[in-house]
């Protein structure tokens, strides 16, 4: 598709496993057919729902009618507003269909990226409207393109049936064509007070009962829910482990056990090579790390620090970005990055640190999760406890968590049998783009 350089930032950041179903005839023909200097949302937010998830991992779509039209609401994803924008009334439904439905939302926000990373495709069945205008005015330019959208994207995964959840009239017409397709069509009016009010209780969005429907159908499958709590809290739990430690046949081993949003259990957990890190590409931080030619013996704290940055990777990969509560056993490594590297990189003493180069990957990872999420925590929690399990049930996350990541690291151990000079990472579960960290492992060791 030929764009004009305006337009070029339509297609930035897109998902490349999308392209074949957007670069299209009916997408030109529906861009052309409007005006996008008085269209909402911006240019570069008009594919925002195609940044997140990928075909083959989608789980739920969404289809609504149109974006929102006032100024600073829309922003690419059906019933999305970015962080601090006013809840439309729409959007205050569909949270009021989730509190009966027994599903907590934090804080005050109404951005919905967190279900889009949960494999949830947030989109409209036109995907711009007229700034300022009357809802509905582009829905005729985008209908073709969204009929052949669904269309193929119900071909592609014939084998793999999606649910879609189609909320309002406009959504509501291609209902037949998922079903015979074999996919799920789940029906109800649009949340907009507009049609809510002239309805029954019993037929309003706040009785909708997709939510539950479609988390029920997927546990029935097999398959993961989906975390309708908007910004649930994501954890990891990271931890290091060392035979000899600080002896000459030491071997460490590090994890991160990642729960919450769309990680379901995540691991990533390895064996720490005898030598130092550095990033892969130090421009783009979570390309990962990779080892080098300088040496460095395995200790306990280096795989405590491991643990931590692939927890960090992990979760940029991942795209978490709600509250994230990062916990560990190691309170050296927690107070190094929250007390004792701010304080020596404004004395200019950072690189005397012990474990340096693990540490200054450590301190960028966190600035970039902390840019990216709402809220990062840095936890302590006491490992190898002894006594029963606490009832208050965060303490026993804490507890629980920190007992999965320290068992991870003896299974790295138990196994171990290589060299350690081997960069070795092991990923079990989560999204795509968190497994990719092993293929990326594998690549720097190979290149070297």
Request: net charge positive; aromatic share 8%; proline share 6%.
């Amino acid at each position: 598709m030929k764009l004009s350089d305006p337009l070029r930032a339509v297609f930035d950041g897109v998902n490349p496993l999308w392209l074949p179903f957007l670069d299209c005839e009916e997408f030109a023909s529906a861009l052309a057919a409007i005006d996008v200097s008085q269209a909402t949302p911006p240019v570069g937010l008009i594919l925002e729902a195609f940044r997140y998830v990928p075909p083959s991992e989608v789980a739920v779509v969404i289809l609504g009618e149109d974006p929102y039209v006032k100024e600073g609401q829309a922003q690419g994803l059906c019933f999305s507003v970015p962080a601090g924008a006013a809840l439309p009334r729409s959007l205050v439904n569909v949270f009021g269909c989730l509190a009966r439905g027994g599903f907590r939302r934090e804080g005050g926000s109404g951005d919905l990226r967190p279900w889009a990373v949960d494999r949830v495709l947030l989109l409209n069945t036109a995907l711009t409207a007229e700034l300022g205008g009357k809802s509905g005015a582009h829905l005729a330019a985008w209908r073709p393109f969204t009929d052949r959208f669904i269309r193929e994207f119900c071909a592609a995964r014939a084998q793999d049936p999606v649910h879609f959840l189609l909320w309002g009239g406009p959504a509501r017409a291609h209902a037949a064509a998922v079903r015979k397709r074999g996919h799920h069509a789940h029906e109800w009016t649009h949340p907009s007070p507009c049609a809510d009010n002239m309805l029954s209780p019993d037929r309003k969005f706040r009785a909708c009962p997709h939510f539950e429907d479609v988390n029920a159908a997927l546990a029935a499958a097999g398959k993961q829910k989906i975390a309708w709590d908007t910004h649930a809290p994501v954890f990891a739990f990271s931890d290091g482990g060392c035979s000899d430690n600080g002896g000459p046949k030491a071997r460490a081993s590090f994890a991160a056990v990642l729960v919450g949003g769309p990680f379901a259990g995540c691991v990533v957990r390895g064996e720490v090579c005898a030598r130092e890190y550095s990033f892969v590409d130090s421009s783009v931080p979570v390309a990962g790390i990779r080892a080098t030619d300088k040496t460095a013996s395995p200790s306990n704290n280096r795989g405590e620090l491991l643990g931590l940055i692939y927890a960090f990777l992990a979760l940029l990969r991942g795209k978490a970005l709600g509250r994230i509560e990062v916990v560990s056993d190691s309170e050296i490594c927690l107070k190094t990055l929250k007390e004792w590297l701010p304080s020596r990189i404004l004395k200019g003493t950072a690189n005397q640190l012990k474990n340096y180069d693990l540490v200054a990957i450590a301190w960028r990872l966190l600035g970039e999760l902390r840019a990216q999420a709402t809220e990062v925590v840095l936890t302590w929690t006491k490992g190898h406890p002894k006594g029963a399990m606490p009832a208050e049930s965060h303490s026993r996350l804490l507890r629980s968590g920190n007992q999965k990541a320290d068992d991870h690291c003896k299974i790295v151990l138990e196994k171990s049998g290589g060299s350690p000079d081997r960069y070795s990472i092991e990923v079990l579960g989560g999204p795509d783009a968190v497994r990719q960290l092993m293929r990326s492992a594998e690549s720097s060791h190979n290149s070297q």
